[in-house]
Each structure stands twice: as C-alpha cells, then as structure tokens.
Nanobody, 115 residues
Framework: QVHFVESGGGLVQAGGSLRLSCAASGSILQILLLAWYRQAPGQQREMVAAIATAGNTNYADSVKGRFTISKDNGQNTVYLQMNSLKPEDTAVYYC?????????WGQGTRVTVAS
C-alpha cells in the first residue's frame, strides 16, 4: 500500500497562495485516481481536487477556479496550488487515493487563512 506525506501548509493572509506537496512512498504511475482532501475543525473530511492517471482533473465547487491539482509521476508527488485563499479554506489537507486507502492517510499539512 502506498503511504503519503504532505507538506507545504502554513499561515497565510486571505487572498494569498500556498503550494502543497504530497510525497508517495511508492510509484503513483498506476494509481487511477489521486486526490487532495481537507478536514476543517468540527467537520467531516471532504475531497477538494482529484487527478486521474491521464491527467484529467476534477474540483469541488468551493475551490474551482482557485485550486489546481497536478502530479509528477517521476517524483511520485502530487501538488495542490491554492490561490485566492479564503478563511473557509482553513483545514488540515491530506492526499490519498480515490477511494481512499485507510493505510495511506498521513499526518496532513495544516493551512490557516487569516482574514
């Protein structure tokens, strides 16, 4: 099973940008669907962006036009470029497969957007 380690979070002002990285413990080349998820305090984890093997992407309505998911198969890394951040984007961000693999969950990376 592939495990994921997220990084790149931090504190940013509203309107700012962050780029998250997710390093996989093994090859992501054959993984059909990878996604970034997030969990805000007191809320359930939700998927925000997904990318398929061929590079097709899909986004939650709440982040569409602001976030971009990408991947580097050679580096076994998935990225999430987040622009025009809003306070409601504050959450811990994780990456995993779709459907999610229980053993794949990492510690996540915390993103805090100050108003």
């Amino acid at each position: 099973q592939v495990h994921f380690v997220e990084s790149g979070g931090g504190l940013v002002q509203a309107g700012g940008s962050l780029r998250l990285s997710c390093a996989a413990s093994g090859s992501i080349l054959q993984i059909l669907l990878l996604a970034w998820y997030r969990q805000a305090p007191g809320q359930q984890r939700e998927m925000v962006a997904a990318i398929a093997t061929a590079g097709n992407t899909n986004y939650a309505d709440s982040v569409k036009g602001r976030f971009t998911i990408s991947k580097d198969n050679g580096q076994n890394t998935v990225y999430l470029q987040m622009n025009s951040l809003k306070p409601e984007d504050t959450a811990v961000y994780y990456c995993n497969t779709v459907p999610s693999n229980q053993s794949g969950w990492g510690q996540g990376t915390r993103v805090t957007v100050a108003s």
